[in-house]
C-alpha cells in the first residue's frame, strides 16, 4: 500500500471526532483532511462525497450500538434472566452507548442532516435495535411472561409488512397488538435517551439513571412485561 493512501478507519475515526464540535451538518471532507492533516484529495479517494462518508458512519453507529445491546442480551440470556430484566439490560446498554458517544448517537437520532437521504444501505443496520426488542418480546410471549392488555387498541390494521415479517408474524388475541405496542416502546425508548442525552431532564430529575430505568420500565407496561427494580415489590 502507498504511504499515501489513507483507509477509511482513519478518515471515519477522523469524522467521528469532528462530530460533536461540528454536527453533522457542519461536517465536510474539507474539515476532516484539515483536522487529520490529510490531502483532501486522499480523503476524495476513499469517500468520494460527503454523503458517503455520512453514510458509512451512520452504518456505524447503528452497527455499534446494537452490538452493544446484543452483547448486553447475550449476557442476560447466560446468566438466565427473565424477558423483564432482558429488556432493562439492553436499553441500559444503548443508554451507555449513546453518552460514550453522543456525536453517533446525534446523528442517526437527532435532526435530519440538510441534503442528505440516508440510502438502502442503513435500513438493516438500523433494524438490528428494533430486532433485539423484538426477540425479546417474542421471548416473553412464549414464556407467558406478558399480561394480556385491558383492552386492543388497534381496531385496523396499521402495520407495514415489513414490520410483521420482521416480529415473526401477528401474536393471536390477546396480543394482536403487541407489534404495535413494541412499536411505542422502541419510541419511548429513542425519546427518553434524546432527552437525557441532549440534557432536557435536567431540571427535573435528580438521578438520571434511576429515572431512565424507571421509564423504561413504565413503557414496558404497555405490552404487559413487568421490567424488575430495585425497591420494587414485584422485582
Known amino acids: 500500500m502507498e504511504d499515501n493512501v489513507i483507509s477509511d478507519a482513519v478518515i471515519k475515526e477522523t469524522a467521528r471526532h469532528l462530530l460533536p464540535r461540528l454536527g453533522a451538518a457542519g461536517l465536510s471532507l474539507a474539515a476532516v483532511a ?4 490529510f ?15 455520512l453514510t458509512a458512519l451512520v452504518i456505524d453507529a447503528y452497527d455499534a450500538s446494537a452490538a452493544a445491546m446484543e452483547q448486553a442480551d447475550r449476557a442476560a440470556l447466560e446468566a438466565g434472566a427473565p424477558s423483564g430484566a432482558r429488556l432493562l439490560a439492553v436499553t441500559r446498554a444503548l443508554r451507555q452507548w449513546s453518552f460514550a458517544h453522543p456525536g453517533e448517537f446525534t446523528l ?16 438493516m443496520p438500523a433494524s438490528r435495535t428494533p430486532v433485539v426488542l423484538a426477540g425479546i418480546v417474542r421471548s416473553a ?5 406478558l399480561t394480556p392488555p385491558r383492552r386492543a387498541l388497534s381496531g385496523t390494521p396499521l ?12 401474536p393471536e388475541a390477546p396480543f394482536s397488538d403487541v407489534i404495535e405496542r413494541g ?17 432536557r431532564t435536567h431540571d427535573s430529575v ?3 439513571a434511576a429515572f431512565f430505568d424507571y421509564a423504561v420500565a413504565v413503557a414496558a407496561e404497555s405490552i404487559g412485561l413487568t421490567v424488575p427494580l430495585d425497591g420494587d415489590p414485584r422485582a
Open 141 to 145: 410471549l412464549a414464556a407467558g411472561e
Open 34 to 37: 484539515g483536522d487529520g492533516g
Open 183 to 199: 412499536i411505542v416502546l422502541w419510541s419511548n425508548l429513542i425519546g427518553l435517551l434524546v432527552f437525557q442525552v441532549f440534557n
Open 108 to 123: 442517526v437520532y437527532g435532526s435530519p442532516v440538510p441534503g442528505y437521504h440516508a440510502p438502502q444501505d442503513t435500513v
Open 39 to 53: 490531502a483532501l484529495a486522499d480523503v476524495e479517494a476513499v469517500f468520494p462525497h460527503r454523503d458517503d462518508l
Open 159 to 170: 402495520l407495514l409488512p415489513a414490520a410483521v415479517e420482521l416480529f415473526g408474524g401477528v
Open 206 to 208: 435528580k438521578d438520571e
